[in-house]
Every structure is written in structure tokens, then in C-alpha cells.
């Protein structure tokens, strides 16, 4: 039987059980939060009052602040990308609507909320060059992203799994600055967006759990191959109008990094908290090429930590967001 054979019928073995796995990870959909509810009503009578208040709210947010939060709604607004990634994974068919397609759709359905009530909260904000921010995520969806993971489900799962974890810090984040700037409001939003990556990242990893369970020397190659190859953010071709593709990505990040939004010791917490998760260190009947990729996993936070330590803090770059308006 060859490896993508095997794949397969993993992945047919867990679309089986499709409902349970919706059932526990993703919400209903009467029943879920819209961006509706954390924005000003337009039909509403108070809206201009409403307005008015969410802009003094939003007047005194930092430069660097903002520009990580438009950074982070370009990311979501490329859901498109991302679902069209997932969906052609091997093992994912369109065609079988009730299998993992259902799986991917419900959750771009959800996904689907954040860059909508962000986008509409920073265009009522009064402080984001609305055509910049839309110039850029056009840019992004047209431009695509290569995420070393090919159309393997195993490493598509690693990747989806510490991805969602840290976006789940990363609004985490900006809902905690928030509130620091006085503006609980934006706070509440960041807040319920992370809730929703929690619990989506709580759902790939437990693909990953059940896949180890299964075929666990394969998986664990997978593992290190992606960690191997290091886990790029999805928006890594971030760019601003006339800008090479990538070029606003590094800034981005490096804006994180400045506010603490999200930094390399993020990475490096995210990848030991997977190795605990999935249990690298207790996984049993490996064959050599596997046992071989444990011991590297195991070792790799640590190292990680070494080289941090060891590398120079970057001078912050005097950089123009095009986005943000001052
Ligand atoms: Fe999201
Ligand atoms: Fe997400």
C-alpha cells in the first residue's frame, strides 16, 4: 500500500464520525454570535450617537497598534485562499457533502465572521485608509500563499493546528491592549474572535491526536517536516500598493513583536504545547525514521530558545503604513 493510500482511508476513517467531530468544535448557527452584535445597529435611531462614541473610543489607539490590527483583518479577509487550500487537500472532496468538505465549509462559515466585524468596526473607526487596507487584502487573496504542506492532510492539520493557536494569541492580544487603551469595546471583539480560534485550534489538534493513533510514524515524520521547514503565517505575502509581494509582512511582524502581540517566544511556546499535546514524548511503536523525528521535535524548543537568546534585538524600522491614517 503506498503512503497516499494510507492517507486516504485515515481520512475517510475519520469523516465517519463528521457529525461528532461539528457537533464538538464548531457552534450553531442560530445559536453563534454575528458581527451584527457587536456593531452599531444602521437602523437604529442612536446609530450616529453610537458611531460617534466607537470613534472617540478608537482616536487615541496607537500607530503601531493599528497596524497590527489592520495586519490582522487583511489575514482573516483572505479566508478565500485559505478554504480553496483546504479544500483541495487529498482525502478532502467537494463532492461528498457531508464529509470533510462539511467540515471545511462550516468552519470558513465561522472564520467568515471575523474579518467582517473587524473590517466594519475600523471603517466606522474613522483611523484606517479603508481603500489602502482593501488594496492590500485584494493584493493577498490575488497573490495566494505557499505553506510548504502540499496537499497532505497531515501536514495541512500540523499547520491549521498551530495556526489557530496563534491567531488565538494574537487576538488574545489586541483584546488585552485594548482594553489598556481605554477601549473595551474593540476589546469585547478582539476577545470573541480568539474564542472562536481556541476552539478551532482545540479541533485540528485533535485531528492530529487521532491521526497519531492510527499511523503514528508517518505522522510524526510529518511533524517534523513542517517544523523542519518552520510554520510560515499565512499572510506571508502581505504587501501594500506598489510594494513587492512579502514586503509589509516583515514590518507587520515586526510591529507584533514591538507590541508583544505576537513574537518568536509565541512560536516556540506554541510548538512545545503541541509536543505535550500530542504526546511526542510517550509515542510508541515508531519506526527508526520516526523515533529519529521525536527526538528532534523533543529537543526543538529548547533550541529554539537558545537562539533567541543568542540573537540580537532588532532596531525597530521607521516603516509607513499606508493603511493607517494619522
Ligand atoms: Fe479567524
Ligand atoms: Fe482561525
Redesign the pocket.
Given at each position: 500500500m503506498n503512503l497516499n493510500q494510507t492517507r486516504l482511508e485515515v481520512m475517510h476513517y475519520l469523516a465517519q464520525t463528521m457529525d461528532q467531530i461539528v457537533e464538538a468544535f464548531l457552534k450553531k448557527i442560530d445559536e453563534n454570535w454575528q458581527p451584527a452584535d457587536f456593531l452599531p445597529e444602521s437602523d437604529s435611531p442612536e446609530f450616529i450617537e453610537d458611531v460617534k462614541e466607537l470613534r472617540l473610543a478608537c482616536k487615541e489607539l496607537p500607530y503601531d497598534y493599528l497596524a497590527v490590527l489592520v495586519g490582522d483583518i487583511i489575514t482573516e479577509e483572505a479566508l478565500p485562499t485559505y478554504e480553496s487550500w483546504l479544500m483541495d487537500v487529498e482525502g478532502i472532496s467537494k463532492d461528498k457533502r457531508e464529509g470533510w468538505s462539511k467540515w471545511i465549509r462550516m468552519w470558513t462559515a465561522e472564520?467568515n465572521r471575523?474579518g467582517d466585524l473587524l473590517n466594519k468596526y475600523v471603517y466606522l473607526s474613522g483611523r484606517v485608509n479603508m481603500r489602502q487596507m482593501e488594496i492590500s487584502t485584494q493584493h493577498l487573496i490575488a497573490d495566494g500563499m505557499e505553506i510548504g504542506t502540499a496537499r497532505d492532510p497531515y501536514r495541512n492539520f500540523v499547520y491549521t493546528s498551530f495556526?489557530?493557536m496563534a491567531?488565538n494569541i494574537s487576538h488574545r492580544r489586541t483584546a488585552t491592549l485594548a482594553k489598556q487603551f481605554g477601549n473595551n469595546h474593540l476589546s469585547k471583539i478582539c476577545g470573541v474572535i480568539a474564542a472562536?480560534?481556541a476552539r478551532?485550534a482545540k479541533a485540528y489538534k485533535s485531528f492530529i491526536s487521532r491521526i497519531f493513533e492510527i499511523d503514528p510514524s508517518e505522522m510524526m515524520l510529518a511533524f517534523e517536516d513542517m517544523m523542519r521547514k518552520k510554520i510560515v503565517m499565512p499572510a506571508h505575502f502581505l504587501r501594500q500598493q506598489g510594494e513587492k509581494i512579502g514586503t509589509t509582512f516583515t514590518h507587520f511582524s515586526d510591529a507584533a513583536q514591538r507590541l508583544g502581540v505576537y513574537t518568536t517566544s509565541d512560536y516556540t511556546d506554541i510548538l512545545e504545547s503541541l509536543v505535550k499535546e500530542w504526546d511526542i514524548s510517550n509515542m510508541r511503536g515508531l519506526n527508526d525514521a520516526a523515533e529519529k523525528a521525536r527526538d528532534y521535535l523533543m529537543g526543538l524548543p529548547d533550541r529554539f530558545r537558545r537562539v533567541a537568546e543568542r540573537s540580537a534585538i532588532r532596531v525597530p524600522i521607521e516603516y509607513e503604513f499606508n493603511w493607517i491614517t494619522r
Open positions: 472564520e471575523h495556526q489557530e491567531t472562536d480560534e478551532h
